[in-house]
Structures are given as structure tokens and as C-alpha cells.
């Protein structure tokens, strides 16, 4: 599986970005997916997570109420939007897949390259 982010920006605070995670292969349905990011001074971090099915979703609890994580098996896209943003969303931010839900949380087999956000106050 390959992964393509895109969608970052510059953006006021209180404004809104949308990533996009595009995949390839035709197994994209069978992955758990997950958007990370990284501050410069700090460590990864998991943001949102999606199953296969959408079935089980997880967010941060930094980001819950703003962001919403979707999918789209037909497209072999992932989402992330982002509202209502903060100065301490900047980071470069990335998409990450894994057949396993649980490896959210651990190490994921497939990673795309970063989009960077960054938010002005």
C-alpha cells in the first residue's frame, strides 16, 4: 500500500483544512487508517483513527469536536477535517495504515509522506 497526503496549509486560527490520504492497491478496504502528526521539539502523536468498516473511530482528545475522520473504500481515500483550529495543531501531519486496528497505537506497516498545517494566531 502506497499513501499520498495532501490537503495542509496555512491557515488562521479558527479557520479549517481538509487532508486527503489517497491509497493505492486494492486492499485499501481491509486497513485500519490513521492520521499522526508531529510538532518540531515533540514527539508523534496518533490525532484520529478509522476501522476498515468505520466501524470504530478514535480521536485525540486534543481534537475532539473539530476534527472528523471518514473514508471512502470506493475512492481508497481517507479524510481528515479539521475545524475550528488552533495555533497547537501545527505540525506536519500524516497518514498511516495497518491491517491490525490496534497498531494504531504501536507502529503502522504503511506510512504516507507529511502535509504540513500550520495555523497563525
Known amino acids: 500500500v502506497q499513501l499520498q497526503a495532501s490537503g495542509g496549509g496555512l491557515v488562521q486560527a479558527g479557520g479549517s483544512l481538509r487532508l486527503s490520504c489517497a491509497a493505492s492497491?486494492?486492499?485499501?478496504?481491509?486497513?485500519?487508517m490513521g492520521w499522526f502528526r508531529q510538532a518540531p521539539g515533540r514527539e508523534r502523536e496518533l490525532v484520529a483513527a478509522?476501522?476498515?468498516?468505520?466501524?470504530?473511530?478514535y480521536y485525540a482528545d486534543s481534537v475532539k469536536g473539530r476534527f472528523t475522520i471518514s473514508r471512502d473504500n470506493a475512492k481508497n481515500t481517507m479524510y481528515l477535517q479539521m475545524n475550528s483550529l488552533k495555533p497547537e495543531d501545527t505540525a506536519v501531519y500524516y497518514c498511516?495504515?495497518?491491517?491490525?486496528?490496534?497498531?494504531?497505537?504501536?507502529?503502522?506497516?504503511?506510512w504516507g509522506q507529511g502535509t504540513q498545517v500550520t495555523v497563525s494566531s
Open positions: 492497491g486494492r486492499t485499501f478496504s481491509s486497513y485500519s
Open positions: 478509522i476501522s476498515w468498516n468505520a466501524g470504530s473511530i
Open positions: 498511516a495504515a495497518d491491517r491490525k486496528w490496534r497498531s494504531m497505537w504501536s507502529t503502522c506497516e504503511y
